[in-house]
């Protein structure tokens, strides 16, 4: 990434953490319908990722999907409630490696279940992972 579009993508990152007033509590969809909308802040040891979650449930699972500001898909994904699992059903070319799959599968889970008690940031300790949730006014 060129220090121009790093520089680009942080300002743009710390114009949704400025607006951090204008955003109204969003609850974790658990009815048929529901949505949420988060900006989204994923840091990684040498690199982060941030633009918009937006999480659907259809009666059955909750669907989620982050793209960053140029409405790119990160990632693509779904959260069985009756089993505690989560699908990854689309990922980025440079995130769609095995062992890349299976810790965002793991962390996308906690990430839920943060979501669901009502906080908004979840911290992998072991590989220094850190995802940060703001909600989005409706």
């Known amino acids: 990434m060129s220090p121009f579009h790093r520089t680009?993508?942080?300002w743009i990152s710390l114009l949704f953490?400025?607006?951090?007033g204008l955003w109204a509590q969003a609850a974790f969809p658990s009815a048929e319908?529901?949505?949420a909308r988060y900006a989204v802040y994923i840091e990684l040891p040498r690199s982060y990722i941030s633009?918009?979650?937006?999480?659907?449930?259809?009666?059955?699972?909750?669907?989620?999907?982050?793209?960053?500001?140029?409405g790119i898909s990160a990632m693509d994904f779904a959260y069985r409630p009756q089993k505690d699992k989560v699908k990854l059903l689309s990922v980025q070319k440079m995130l769609d490696k095995w062992y890349i799959r299976?810790?965002?599968?793991?962390?996308?889970?906690e990430l839920v279940h943060v979501l669901q008690q009502g906080g908004t940031?979840?911290?992998?300790?072991k590989y220094h992972i850190t995802f940060q949730l703001t909600p989005l006014q409706e």
């Open 51 to 70: 633009g918009v979650c937006i999480l659907l449930h259809d009666g059955t699972d909750v669907k989620g999907s982050i793209f960053n500001e140029f």
């Open 8 to 10: 680009f993508s942080l």
């Open 121 to 125: 940031r979840y911290v992998d300790e």
């Open 17 to 20: 953490l400025a607006c951090q």
């Open 33 to 35: 319908g529901e949505r």
């Open 102 to 109: 299976k810790r965002l599968k793991r962390d996308l889970r």
